[in-house]
């Protein structure tokens, strides 16, 4: 009986889990008793001030994003230091304070600079490409890909990665398209908020290979339609799957019906309910309201 009910906990606990399972407990942070400062104001250092005059947005994001990792790669320096020199009690400060910052979210302002150009063109076959491509595909079963209750989310990061890196280094290799079909399904499927991101992708992928065996227009219609409720953009993709997309009959299918519900109602992207019945739901996706 024991074995019994400790088994359907575990269960249980993986079910709930299900967000992340990687880990399922984190350690508690221990409490220092050590010396602090102000972290805008810091005793006996100069701070500089920040210049707005004539900023841009990209300014700005690029000033906290230096910083960001400069602190960083500092506070990893100083451990380093006070490792070698021996002063141990600094370095327990330093390491707690870097676990602070690892638990930061360092936020994505600017998008768009995260996507590589769009005028990449898929030409040649490069086995080193199709290996990362296998790669990342591994990474994504591993990390729970289409088994919720098992998602991890650092494998899936991982995958992000490494389709990144195929793209990075061989951006002539006929992957790309693939590789980025898949960073846009993590991003949609696995990271919370990050659909603007997975749109992006998504257009590179058949941008890049306008004939990409992925559906990839019509992921993108639909995370435009029922998450970023963009209308237009979304009526706009649609009626690509038609014309480029139309060997899923269910995906065409789905688009014709959200062309002719958004055409005659505006607001239908926020009062749709996705249909019930099996034979009329889009294929290689899962479109929700948020």
Not at 147 to 165: E, I, N, Q, S
Request: charged share 30%; net charge negative.
């Amino acid at each position: 009986m024991r074995r019994t009910s400790a088994a359907l906990i575990t269960t249980c606990l993986l079910a709930c889990s299900a967000c992340n399972t990687d880990p399922l407990w984190e350690p508690k942070q221990r409490s220092l008793d050590a010396p602090t400062t102000s972290i805008s104001h810091p005793d006996g250092v100069d701070v500089p001030d920040i210049i707005l005059t004539d900023a841009s947005e990209v300014d700005l994001v690029e000033q906290v994003l230096a910083n960001r990792a400069a602190y960083f790669l500092s506070l990893e320096t100083l451990r380093n230091y006070y490792e070698e020199t021996g002063h141990h009690e600094k370095r327990t400060w330093a390491e707690a304070e870097l676990a602070d910052v690892r638990r930061i979210k360092p936020f994505r302002y600017i998008l768009s600079g995260e996507i590589p150009i769009e005028k990449l063109l898929p030409t040649d076959s490069i086995p080193e490409a199709d290996e990362l491509y296998d790669s990342g595909l591994a990474l994504m079963r591993e990390g729970g890909h289409g088994v919720p209750a098992l998602y991890r989310k650092g494998k899936m990061r991982d995958a992000l990665a490494t389709f990144r890196t195929l793209i990075a280094e061989h951006p002539s290799s006929d992957k790309i398209d693939d590789a980025a079909f898949q960073c846009g399904e993590i991003h949609r499927e696995y990271f919370k908020g990050e659909e603007e991101l997975a749109v992006r992708w998504y257009e590179r992928a058949f941008a890049w290979d306008p004939e990409t065996p992925h559906p990839a227009r019509f992921q993108a219609a639909v995370v435009y339609d029922l998450r970023l409720h963009d209308r237009d953009r979304a009526l706009e993709l649609y009626h690509a799957v038609i014309e480029m997309e139309n060997d899923e009959q269910s995906n065409v299918n789905f688009a014709l019906r959200r062309i002719g519900q958004l055409s005659e109602n505006p607001a239908g992207a926020q009062a749709f309910v996705p249909p019930s019945n099996e034979n009329t739901k889009p294929e290689n996706t899962r479109p929700q309201a948020p």
